[in-house]
């Protein structure tokens, strides 16, 4: 590389994201030193992306900072937890200067978005991957879990799930949507929108969540079985956007939503009793979250359309099925 290491750090990795008072040593040592908020138990994860598996190459630098942080975010945001700190690990074929500007300006800028600081994290060369590790916090206890569902519970989706997928399949060229709603379909892969204030709030009203990442009815079984219930999903009740319909037309839009992935919106369990509640202090129009269903004792997801099951044979995504 042109450019040495520790250039490369400092010109682009020392201050990307916000500058935190919570950070006692950042970029620069061999490991950073952070402040945690008394009361406040720590929450960690971390996610990969590899170039051709999780992104095609035709996926701009940019949209390749903002992505590798979004799913962090997003994981986060499922905990009901405010993200504090991230660390890159980056692995790069070169170092090619413009590359590197784009990706640390799409990273950095959803960094500020969500109060981030870059705290540290390491380069090696080799073909392209990267990992970010995500350390935020939550009043202790009070971290939401998949866990809490009962029977009984409402659930409810954010965003319009589905469109993601689409965008991906228009990004490899599997699908040619009309020009209205190609551009919009295809930033929902590129920039996805992690729903890290509707997370945060919901920590007062939901019993149960997860993030939508690898398919809508294959996380909804994640969250079902981490609660030990079943769950019912009514298709008709499925939030499609108006660009995804376009695309595919009513049915097939529904159906991509159950299925496809790479959406980042959050799927949670609300109590009825307290559902008026939630819609008081986070109305639905406003925040973006729809019911999609209920969750039931008999184990097991179902999707109900016109009083019948519906079958699936493809229940998300699976990188090692
Ligand atoms: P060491 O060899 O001690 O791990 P490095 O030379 O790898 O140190 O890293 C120097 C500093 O730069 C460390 O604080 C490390 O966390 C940080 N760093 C390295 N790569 C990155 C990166 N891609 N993004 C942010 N910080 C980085
Ligand atoms: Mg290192």
Redo the contacts with the bound molecule.
């Keep these: 590389m042109a450019l040495s290491?520790?250039e490369l750090?400092a010109r682009y990795?020392?201050s990307?994201g916000v500058q935190r008072r919570d950070v006692v040593l950042?970029?620069?040592?061999?490991?950073?030193l952070l402040e945690c908020p008394p009361g406040a138990q720590l929450v960690a994860t971390t996610d990969t992306l590899v170039a051709g598996v999780h992104f095609p190459p035709s996926v701009p630098s940019a949209a390749i900072g903002h992505r590798a942080l979004a799913v962090n975010l997003s994981d986060l945001a499922a905990m009901g937890a405010r993200p504090a700190w991230a660390?890159?690990?980056?692995t790069i074929p070169s170092a090619d200067e413009h590359w590197l500007g784009e990706f640390a300006a799409g990273f950095a800028s959803l960094a500020r978005a969500h109060d981030v600081a870059?705290?540290?994290?390491?380069?090696t060369r080799g073909p392209l991957t990267v990992t970010v590790q995500l350390l935020g916090h939550v009043p202790h206890g009070r971290a939401l879990t998949r866990a809490g569902g009962r029977p009984g519970d409402l659930l409810y989706v954010s965003g319009s799930p589905g469109d993601a997928g689409a965008g991906l399949a228009i990004e490899q060229g599997r699908l040619s949507a009309p020009a209205e709603a190609a551009p919009y379909l295809r930033e929902r892969f590129r920039l996805p929108t992690p729903r890290v204030a509707l997370g945060e709030r919901l920590r007062e009203h939901a019993r149960a969540c997860i993030d939508v990442s690898d398919g809508l009815l294959g996380d909804a079984g994640k969250l079902a079985a981490a609660s030990g219930v079943g769950l019912e999903i009514a298709f008709a009740e499925l939030p499609v956007s108006r660009a995804l319909v376009q695309a595919l037309g009513p049915e097939a839009a529904r159906e991509l939503a159950l299925t496809a992935g790479d959406d980042y919106e959050l799927l949670f369990a609300v109590d009825p009793a307290r559902a008026a509640e939630l819609e008081r202090a986070l109305p639905g129009a406003q925040w973006n979250y729809h019911q999609i269903g209920v969750l039931r004792a008999a184990a097991g997801v179902v999707v109900v359309r016109d009083g019948t099951v519906m079958e699936f044979s493809h229940s998300g995504y699976q990188h090692f099925a």
């Design positions: 290491e520790s750090i990795f020392r990307c950042g970029v620069g040592d061999d490991a950073a660390l890159l690990a980056l870059l705290i540290g994290g390491d380069t």
